[in-house]
């Protein structure tokens, strides 16, 4: 265990120096955009946003993370990049953790349902229903929310939720909602198919023919064998969230990482682009090493493997 976590280490050492790169270099290459021979300036663009990830990098060991000037009205102020970082990404996480709970409370649930009712309308319908939540992009969503709500205010003449804003009271709602949406959807498709599999296994069968209630074997048989799967689908349900974070932030005035990693790419500093990229990049890397853990964990299968 202790050699696997090593090596992930290393290698997430090594991916967040190469979005650091990526984010010095994708800004350079955006500042250079607008010139007439860009082809030229392809090459020094590059070291150059090497040396300046090399020296981002360094300084990161000692709480350093970049510092940026912000302009308010007439006059510029420095802000640190380590600042930024404090005030939005707890906002974010919260909004993550809490989508992402919601997002198992229903999915989990409901592809189960499914998979015991497999030869039923309810299994058709509830497979059916998450192919909409997958294919629908996380600004539809938030669209189609805010219209709704819109709409009941006009017709009832009270509101339900806030359609925007900050706050850990009802303006969670609607954000919870949209980056919950494509997970709960993921979710219940992957707990479907991995206790339809389950379900069918002799050991099932022969729990059910000594007499052993459902719950009680659902428990102890079912969701074990099925925990791998799951977190699988957690994992890739993380980067769903993360992926549609900036942009729900941006449409729902979510003051988080993500809405600060498209205002420091409009604004073009690249420090803050690096910094919070960086973050994102050091969230979904280092989750997904918990869940690898915990594969070891719930599947003796990986754990004969680490022999």
Not at 56 to 76: D, I, Q
Not at 151 to 167: H, I, K
């Amino acid at each position: 265990m202790l050699h696997f976590i090593l090596r992930r280490v290393v290698f997430i050492v090594g991916v967040s120096f190469g979005i650091v790169f990526f984010a010095f270099f994708g800004m350079k290459m955006a500042a250079n955009s607008t010139s007439d021979s860009a082809g030229p300036h392809v090459i020094p663009t590059a070291q150059a946003a090497f040396e300046e990830a090399v020296t981002y990098v360094s300084g990161l060991p000692g709480g350093n993370w970049g510092v940026v000037a912000v302009r308010g009205g007439r006059y510029t102020r420095q802000v640190a990049v380590r600042d930024m970082l404090a005030d939005a990404y707890p906002k974010s996480m919260g909004l993550l953790f809490i989508s992402l709970l919601v997002a198992s409370l229903i999915g989990i649930p409901l592809g189960v349902a499914a998979a015991v009712r497999r030869h039923s309308p309810l299994s058709l319908g509830t497979m059916t229903a998450t192919l909409l939540g997958i294919s629908l992009p996380s600004f539809t969503v938030a669209a189609l929310l805010q219209i709704a709500e819109i709409y009941w205010y006009r017709t009832f003449g009270f509101r339900l939720v806030p359609v925007g804003g900050f706050g850990w009271d009802t303006h969670l709602v609607i954000p919870t909602l949209v980056l919950a949406a494509r997970p709960v959807a993921h979710l219940a498709r992957i707990a479907f198919m991995a206790f339809s599999d389950v379900l069918e296994q002799d050991y099932m069968r022969t729990a059910h023919a000594k007499g052993l209630y459902q719950r009680l074997v659902m428990r102890v048989h079912a969701y074990p064998n099925a925990a791998v799967p799951l977190l699988t689908g957690l994992g890739v349900s993380l980067r769903f969230s993360l992926g549609s974070l900036p942009v729900v932030e941006y449409f729902l005035g979510w003051p988080g990482i993500g809405a600060a990693l498209l205002a420091a790419i409009s604004n073009r500093q690249a420090t803050a682009v690096a910094g919070l990229s960086l973050a994102l990049g050091l969230t979904f890397m280092l989750v997904n090493l918990l869940i690898d853990i915990l594969y070891r964990y719930f599947d003796p299968r990986v754990r004969a493997q680490q022999i």
